[in-house]
């Protein structure tokens, strides 16, 4: 009974690590950036003082919305389709996708842009 | 928290960066001036003597019990005559010990309350609750310049920090330069210290003082007598006007919305005092007292609503509207 709960757990593990380095990998592909080195950029840039985004331990403000799921969200700002190029726009120059918004263009650099969508892309 | 700040701030201000002195490991085992080495030296005395007599103490211990354990009952009790004369060696080394480390002792204190010269460079440092204001004295009051986490001094140079406390007891320490200096209320006292190596040096609150005791940092910079001298004149000056449309529309936001209660912006109608000397806030490596770094997307996310990065600071939350706060990091990203 016991051995068989053990098999379970370890079949589990073996899963879900398979399922991550599945979405890190699409997330990359899908991108062109690194997952790993975007989550620390968006601490660079100052990204986790507004927004909660999961896996980034000092990421839990509320002024901005929560980036939970943010991969397979529909829209983004509430105005552009999600995929990676918009994703990447909206990160660098907010101000020129929507003038009236509150997040500011924190000067996201465009190899920095394509590593925080690729982090952002793996947050399903 | 810390460790973001010490390996970001390079990155955010890439000019800065390039001008700035590099930022030092915060220890103590790490040195950079006259007083700090003193300390230093203590310890490695301390460490040594203290290793050297634990050695010996576990030694003579395994060798009493093999002993014991070879031996026959009569030559035990042989063994018991000798047992007085090692008991007083042992008390006497001891005594000879702890004599030489409080001789020790006495010569690192006295290079760490030394004096230094008459005519050095005072400044003035208050702790609050959560962040340190800065202020360097001059016999002439429009010479006086108030700043606030970020201290600059020469190298090479005794400066002597004189200190006070708004609220409850802090401690001022930067491990790399000196020692531990508490600021308790109603109590004035002073420490010297001397940085020799151009470099950033942190400090931090060694007393807990609150909630948010972690969070109250703040840099030293040691730099040549020239740079110093010119960042000097930088700060004494007011804040410069305004250079594009928005920034100027950002200081209408400071001075219209609740800001100006709390800060000071020198050369315009902000003369609150509660809060941070703003004037050449964008001269500064950080926020927050060491939180965040400087750069607009922590300055944004802090004045919005400070309180999920430093639960219980008292800078409240500011719902400005998105234009307003657009405008407002454009006009303190010009504060230089």
């Known amino acids: 009974m016991m051995r068989r709960g053990c098999v379970i757990c370890a079949l589990v593990a073996v899963i879900e690590a398979g399922c991550r380095a599945g979405v890190y990998r699409d997330a990359m592909e899908a991108t062109g950036g690194d997952p790993a080195r975007g989550a620390a950029a968006l601490r660079r840039y100052g990204c986790d003082t507004c927004h909660t985004i999961p896996g980034v331990q000092t990421a839990q403000a509320n002024v901005g919305p929560p980036l939970t799921a943010i991969a397979v969200r529909t829209y983004l700002a509430g105005e552009l389709p999600n995929n990676p190029a918009n994703m990447q726009e909206w990160i660098r120059h907010p101000r020129a996708v929507e003038p009236r918004t509150a997040m500011p263009d924190t000067g996201v650099t465009e190899a920095d842009g394509r590593d925080i969508a690729a982090y952002l892309y793996t947050l399903r | ?19 700035m002195p590099l930022r030092v490991f915060h220890s103590v085992l790490e040195p950079a001036g006259p007083q700090a080495a003193s300390i230093t ?12 007599v634990f050695v010996i103490v576990l030694g003579a211990t395994g060798a009493a019990m093999l002993r014991s354990w070879m031996r026959s009952d009569a030559s035990a009790r042989a063994g018991e005559s000798t047992l007085g004369a090692a008991v007083a060696a042992g008390v006497g080394l001891t005594v000879a010990i702890l004599f030489g480390l409080l001789v020790a002792d006495i010569r690192a204190h006295r290079i760490v309350s030394s004096f230094g010269a008459p005519s050095a460079i005072s400044i003035a440092v208050t702790g609050h609750q959560w962040w340190w204001e800065i ?27 004189k200190f006070a406390s708004h609220d409850v007891i802090h401690s ?14 109603g109590i004035s006292s002073a420490i010297w210290l001397q940085a020799d190596r151009p470099g950033i040096y942190r400090g931090q609150c060694a007393e807990f003082c609150g909630r948010q005791h972690a969070h109250m940092a703040f840099d030293i910079v040691a730099e040549s007598d020239a740079d110093f001298e010119r960042w000097l004149d930088a700060q004494r000056g007011s804040a410069r006007e305004p250079q594009s449309e928005e920034a100027l529309r950002g200081r209408a936001v400071f001075l219209a919305r609740q800001c100006a209660f709390c800060h000071t ?9 509660v809060g941070p000397d703003l004037t050449h806030l964008a001269s500064r490596g950080t926020i927050a007292a060491g939180t ?21 600071n008292q800078m409240p939350p500011n719902p400005l509207e998105a234009g307003d706060l ?11």
């Not at chain 2, 320490?173 to 600021?183: E, I, M, S, V, Y």
């Not at chain 2, 050369?267 to 609150?272: E, L, M, Q, S, V």
């Open chain 2, 1 to 19: 928290m810390h460790r973001r700040v010490a390996t970001v701030v390079a990155r955010a201000t890439p000019t800065a960066a390039c001008l």
């Open chain 2, 41 to 52: 030296w203590l310890w490695w005395v301390m460490f040594a003597v203290c290793a050297a």
């Open chain 2, 135 to 161: 202020e360097y004295e001059d016999a002439t009051p429009s010479r006086r310049l108030k700043t606030a986490n970020e201290i600059h001094i020469p190298i090479g140079r005794p400066v002597v920090f």
């Open chain 2, 172 to 185: 001022f320490w930067a491990p790399n330069l000196q020692g531990k200096r508490d600021l308790v209320p």
């Open chain 2, 265 to 273: 912006v020198r050369g315009t109608g902000a003369y609150g005092n």
């Open chain 2, 292 to 312: 965040l770094p400087n750069s607009r997307g922590h300055l944004a996310g802090w004045i919005v609503n400070s309180q999920t990065i430093k639960p219980g």
């Open chain 2, 326 to 336: 657009q405008a407002l990091l454009a006009y303190l990203e010009e504060l230089r």
